[in-house]
């Protein structure tokens, strides 16, 4: 694709960019990425955007195809408001888990910062998705986005025989309990259009058929309340062919909700399928950045090291760079906790440093690695095999809690300290990289709510049972919202019983009646 150049002539001058230089520079980079990396990547498809596109596909979770909802134009308007008013900046990139690989740049950038974006996205992140076993195992790329467009086309059907509020109503419902909606002990059945497509005309098909709506019309004698009786308890005995506790509610609704139509149950599939596929980015969001900003900074440098980018666009870049892998202070108005891109990278750069040059400590904590000369080899089997809890149980170093100032603090609302759990010792060390990598948990990012039981022989009441791990209480009001979407969901009355996972003492309880 490009043409042959002099060692030191740069690829481009100034900020200014445009398709044939963007394309030259991505032969570069590709060069690089696969000789001196060894990146596998899926194809690339580079699409430049405006910063409003681009505020569009924060609104869709990100995906170029998204079914409507009223949530998204919400998140739109707000973006747009902060941006707009300078409050806010707009990711440089978005980059989409496909195949091909779907990376968005912004037209706005400056020609160093789309060179970045390409390095950043099109290969560091797309060499994460195609190769960690978790989004092996749990994603698609193949497949995704002709399901999204399935997506899209049966919700937008739906609206049109149902109606935009029923369907509305179905969406709030199920986007409340997206995030208890993943199957976390299975593989995942692979998306695939064309069998979407079956499943929806196989399920119209029954309603069809199975419609008898004359019978309604007719007197029960006492033979036909008997069929009647037989019928019911037919179908509350094909209903109890599941196990408890489930902890996939989405999947325990769309399969055993008794009031639910065909086209209800499909939705709850669609955003089921949907949350399914955001699940290994929710457990690797510091892999996946320090990932791609360890390829981005290597790759960069290279660029710079043979001489075709300029000192301009370096520092350029350098500014770039430091301002996405920055840590702010706890003191600080930006804080929001650990920076995912600052500790992905600082362990990333840290785990590179060992394998080359490893100082004592380095060989005392990794004797595996340090000193090995394969840092390249290392990193690439962490992002594989790896998700944030277990990298940082295996990879965080002294160095790295030293550098970001670590260390643990027990807090007791009974008492009237805090204590200090852990400082800079060998002890210590231990267990801060222990309790940090706790806190990527999935336990720790996502309340474990169960159905813990149904009541068929009398009112098919459903009672919920959420699990407490390391006291963090439940929220009341939020509770009681989400368990009004599940009495929507199950057409009776709810109930939610808070339980210690250690002692089994119950902590409280919520009511949700639907007469």
């Not at 806010?88 to 910062?113: D, F, H, K, Q």
């Not at 019983?497 to 089994?504: L, N």
Request: charged residues 25%; hydrophobic residues 40%; glycine residues 4%.
């Amino acid at each position: 694709m490009g043409r042959a150049r002099k060692a030191q002539e740069p690829l481009y001058d100034g900020a200014e960019w445009s398709f044939e230089k963007l394309d030259t520079v991505y032969d570069a980079i590709e060069e690089i990425a696969n000789k001196e990396l060894g990146l596998n990547v899926y194809p690339n498809q580079i699409e430049v955007i405006t910063s409003e596109q681009m505020l569009d596909a924060y609104s869709g979770i990100g995906m170029p195809l998204m079914y409507n909802h009223w949530s998204f134009g919400k998140s739109f308007v707000q973006d747009e408001f902060y941006y707009r008013k300078g409050m806010r900046g707009l990711a440089y990139e978005i980059v989409i888990n496909s195949s091909p690989c779907i990376s968005y740049v912004m037209e706005e950038n400056t020609m160093t910062m789309q060179a970045l974006v390409v390095a950043h996205a099109a290969f560091g992140h797309n060499h994460f998705f195609k190769n960690n076993h978790l989004f092996q195992q749990w994603t698609d790329a193949e497949a995704i986005l002709d399901y999204m467009h399935f997506a899209r086309e049966y919700i937008s059907k739906c609206e049109e025989r149902h109606g935009v509020e029923a369907v509305e109503e179905i969406l709030d419902a199920a986007h409340a309990l997206r995030e208890n909606a993943v199957n976390h002990y299975s593989r995942p059945v692979p998306l695939s259009k064309e069998m979407a497509l079956q499943r929806a005309a196989d399920r119209e098909e029954h309603a069809r058929t199975d419609y008898r709506d004359i019978w309604s019309t007719l007197p029960l004698d006492s033979e036909s309340e008997g069929d009647e009786k037989a019928k019911s308890h037919s179908q509350e005995a094909n209903m109890v062919k599941f196990d408890l506790p489930e902890a996939n509610l989405l999947y325990f609704f769309e399969k055993h909700s008794p009031i639910l139509q065909e086209w209800q149950r499909e939705i709850l599939r669609i955003v089921r399928n949907i949350a399914q596929y955001f699940y290994p980015q929710k457990q690797t969001k510091v892999m996946n950045e320090g990932c791609a900003c360890f390829c981005h900074y290597f790759i960069m440098n290279r660029l710079y090291d043979k001489g075709l980018i300029t000192e301009g666009s370096m520092l350029e870049f350098i500014d770039y760079h430091t301002r996405v892998v920055a840590q702010p202070e706890f003191d600080d108005q930006r804080w929001n906790g650990l920076n995912p891109y600052a500790l992905g990278f600082a362990m990333m750069q840290d785990i590179y440093r060992i394998c080359h040059e490893p100082t004592d400590e380095d060989k005392t904590w990794f004797p595996d690695i340090a000193g090995s000369n394969k840092g390249i080899e290392v990193l690439k089997d962490a992002w594989e095999n790896y998700r944030d809890e277990s990298f940082i149980l295996q990879f965080l170093s002294p160095k790295i809690i030293r550098d970001f100032r670590l260390f643990q603090i027990h807090d007791n609302s009974a008492l009237p300290h805090l204590k200090v759990e852990a400082i800079h010792d060998e002890r210590g060390y231990r267990k801060v990289r222990s309790a940090l990598a706790k806190s990527y948990t999935v336990s720790a990012m996502t309340l474990d709510i169960q159905v813990a039981d149904v009541e068929f022989e009398g009112d098919r009441a459903i009672t919920l049972r959420h699990m407490v791990h390391d006291d963090v209480p439940i929220d009341g009001k939020e509770a009681e919202q989400v368990m009004q979407r599940i009495a929507q969901l199950w057409g009776y009355d709810v109930g939610l019983y808070c339980e210690d996972a250690v002692t089994g003492k119950i902590l409280a309880t919520y009511d949700v009646t639907t007469s």
